[in-house]
């Protein structure tokens, strides 16, 4: 899996947690928003360590709040 993709992946996954979405919206949710298989999400989700792409994410979050 790519890393654009794990990052995508990991963005909507924060969004989900935030507005307190179902685990069946999320998936969903992933599968649509990333153009990805069911599959790929499950591989995602089974994935330990997401706090390094959550990091970026939130980096990149602030990065474009200061610029704007």
Do not use: P, R, W
């Amino acid at each position: 899996m790519k890393h654009i993709t794990k990052l995508k992946l990991a963005a909507v996954q924060q969004y989900c947690e935030i507005e307190e979405k179902s685990t069946e919206f999320m998936i969903q949710y992933m599968q649509d928003t990333c153009k990805v298989s069911y599959d790929c999400v499950i591989a995602y989700l089974e994935k330990e360590d997401k706090g390094k792409l959550f990091k970026e994410i939130n980096e990149l979050i602030n990065l474009i709040s200061d610029i704007y």
